[in-house]
């Protein structure tokens, strides 16, 4: 059967195809089976001008041989480090607040240890609500009774409550401001606003000590800021005490669990940029290139950052359809993880199990992909969202993973438990 396809259907990537394959048989000297192929694609082949160098073809099958040895070795070694995770996973959704900002899609959100919620979202709302504690084991939680804080004019990107005291909430706005506020005056909540940045403020993050947070924008820069006479449980102000240039977007950032440092993630970027705050100065401690061999060949880029919850591990979202997991302490690439679908457009999240042995990641088909990481394999793909899912969080003392999307949703997602033990808290 001829196929005669129209060359203008084709992609970049098809014709590039067909042109290695017409390149190989011409070296070759298939020559029927050239013909056959230029009839059936409808595509002719010319060597004078479609030739760029011999053997491109069987170039790259050999680089693709090698970067299969180079996965081999990678599936090994993460199978060294991590146990099986044995199905302890968040794998149902427990329960849906529809209607906690009316519809608007919903960007970022964060759940506590106190059962505190908070959510950001488009037309400038930032929300919290307080979820009853203790929670049942066969009840799910009524939708709560949320507080709008009205601060920016623009849609609230990115939010963090404070490591110890968690009346303190910070975000990041699309209308170029970062402001801290304080739950416990849902009246009058805004402590601080901050006007640094020129662009949209895509990142906000505490460090551990919650002496100093950063944040990130797409004007290219990390603002810094520190407490003024710091004292964990008052509520301090804070002062910009630094501002760091990239050459690209800020896309990722995120703090370690072990001291007062952070790491960066810049668009169009092979590397992700580390450094430690513990002195009071942001200070360069090392680059980590993210490419397996080392080179400095761009071809994705990091759009989420997050440490595991031992610290050792650093995994980064990318916005080509993977995730990639490094050795802290090394910058080794560890492993990959594959089955989600976002491409340059996406604004990929992810979040790891507390067990450390799962990891959750968005997908634009509006589900929640569960990796194992020990096998770097899809166990289970969590679906109920109507609109792309835009962030994820998971509390490990509510044992529940929370998300939200444009379907303007927070979802709460648990590990469903056996009959014993709902009647065990029953009991209780």
Not at 137 to 160: E, F, N, Q
Not at 232 to 251: C, M, P, R, V
Not at 276 to 281: R, T
């Amino acid at each position: 059967t001829r196929l005669c396809m129209n060359m203008e259907q084709l992609s970049m990537e098809e014709r590039e195809v067909l042109r290695l394959i017409s390149q190989h048989l011409h070296e070759r000297g298939f020559r029927m089976s050239l013909e056959i192929l230029q009839k059936e694609s409808g595509r002719k082949f010319n060597p004078d001008t479609m030739i760029k160098k011999t053997g491109e073809l069987q170039a790259a099958l050999d680089e693709y041989s090698a970067a299969e040895k180079q996965k081999e070795s990678i599936a090994a070694s993460v199978e060294h480090l991590f146990e099986p995770g044995k199905g302890e996973h968040a794998n149902e959704l427990w329960c849906s607040f529809d209607d906690l900002t009316g519809g608007v899609n919903v960007l970022a959100v964060q759940l506590i240890e106190t059962g505190a919620l908070a959510f950001g979202a488009s037309k400038a709302v930032v929300g919290t609500a307080q979820l009853p504690l203790p929670l049942s084991a066969s009840t799910p939680p009524p939708t709560p009774i949320s507080t709008s804080h009205m601060v920016c004019k623009g849609a609230v990107l990115a939010l963090d409550f404070h490591p110890i005291n968690p009346n303190l909430l910070l975000c990041g706005s699309m209308d170029r401001i970062s402001f801290l506020l304080d739950l416990e005056k849902p009246e009058d909540s805004l402590i601080q606003k901050f006007e640094n940045h020129t662009k949209y403020v895509t990142r906000v993050q505490w460090t551990l000590s919650g002496k100093y947070f950063v944040t990130g924008s797409y004007d290219k820069t990390v603002c810094v800021y520190r407490a003024l006479h710091y004292v964990s449980s008052d509520k301090s102000l804070y002062e910009l005490a630094q501002k760091l240039d990239f050459k690209g977007t800020i896309e990722a950032l995120t703090c370690s669990k072990e001291t007062d440092s952070f790491v960066v993630g810049v668009r169009n970027d092979y590397r992700l940029h580390c450094f430690d705050i513990s002195s009071g100065s942001a200070v360069k401690t090392r680059e980590i290139n993210m490419n397996a061999s080392g080179d400095d060949y761009v071809s994705f880029t990091a759009m989420h950052i997050s440490f595991s919850p031992d610290g050792k591990y650093l995994l980064v979202s990318t916005d080509r359809d993977r995730l990639i997991m490094y050795i802290w302490e090394t910058g080794k690439q560890v492993a990959n993880f594959y089955g989600a679908t976002n491409d340059e457009y996406s604004q990929p999240r992810h979040c790891w199990d507390p067990s450390g042995k799962y990891i959750y990641g968005t997908s634009q088909d509006k589900s929640i992909c569960v990796w194992e990481i020990r096998s770097q394999s899809i166990v289970q793909r969590l679906e109920g969202h109507t609109g792309t899912v835009r962030d994820l969080h998971y509390c490990k003392d509510l044992g529940l993973l929370v998300s939200c999307g444009f379907d303007g949703a927070v979802k709460l997602w648990r590990t469903s438990p056996t009959e014993t033990q709902v009647q065990d808290k029953a009991d209780c």
